[in-house]
Antibody, heavy 113, light 112 residues
Framework: QLQLQESGPGLVKPSETLSLTCTVS??????????WGWIRQPPGKGLEWIGS???????YYNPSLKSRVTISVDTSKNQFSLKLSSVTAADTAVYYC?????WGQGTLVTVSS | DIVMTQTPLSSPVTLGQPASISCRSS???????????LSWLQQRPGQPPRLLIY???NRFSGVPDRFSGSGAGTDFTLKISRVEAEDVGVYYC?????????FGGGTKVEIK
């Protein structure tokens, strides 16, 4: 069964860049025509799609975050990554990586000095 | 962006009784390939979201058959035929017909 696992710092300072990696196991990130995505959920709130990447490297970003987001894929490591720049407290959230049918457990990222 | 509106916000249900959640999109979710990419997700307390239903009415692997999805165009419904204690949580509809992907605000299912 496919498994996704987020990793990265749980605390980021304001104005810095949030960096997370999603490691995929139980299947190859490049073996099928799926989009791999990042979604976030502020504490006590709903879900917000951040962006998605195709295994070939094509990306789609939420327009509300587009100027600050970069998603990349490393097929050799079976991973894809998220970078969100110039973070503020409003970026504090649980960040999930997901394929359309499988989600990671999520990782809480707090933006605070 | 396609706006997804869910009702109700909260649904208190007696164990064994049915529950129904509505989701309306601001525009048709029929893709140019003929498919309608409307999914339902379940988020139990303290857990990540989990896919229940995809393309309106297809149950994902391992999802009990008491969950069913229906609808077309802009109006969709998730039904739980007989609510069990493990069904408590927040349910989200999500559209993947058009980028940006968007979610409904969520419906909390709780036991009376």
């Amino acid at each position: 069964q496919l498994q996704l696992q987020e990793s990265g710092p749980g605390l980021v300072k304001p104005s810095e860049t949030l960096s997370l990696t999603c490691t995929v196991s139980g299947g190859s990130i490049s073996s099928s025509s799926y989009y791999w995505g990042w979604i976030r959920q502020p504490p006590g709130k709903g879900l917000e799609w951040i962006g998605s990447i195709y295994y070939s490297g094509s990306t789609y970003y939420n327009p509300s975050l587009k100027s600050r987001v970069t998603i990349s894929v490393d097929t050799s490591k079976n991973q894809f990554s998220l970078k969100l720049s110039s973070v503020t407290a409003a970026d504090t959230a649980v960040y999930y990586c997901a394929r359309k049918d499988y989600w990671g457990q999520g990782t809480l990222v707090t933006v605070s000095s | 962006d396609i706006v997804m509106t869910q009702t109700p916000l909260s649904s208190p249900v007696t164990l064994g009784q049915p529950a129904s959640i509505s989701c309306r999109s601001s525009q048709s979710l029929v893709h140019s390939d003929g498919n309608t990419y409307l999914s339902w997700l379940q988020q139990r307390p303290g857990q990540p979201p989990r896919l229940l239903i995809y393309k309106i009415s297809n149950r994902f692997s391992g999802v009990p058959d008491r969950f069913s999805g229906s609808g077309a165009g802009t109006d969709f419904t998730l039904k739980i035929s007989r609510v069990e204690a493990e069904d408590v949580g927040v349910y989200y509809c999500m559209q993947a017909t058009q980028f940006p992907l968007t979610f409904g605000g969520g419906t909390k299912v709780e036991i009376k």
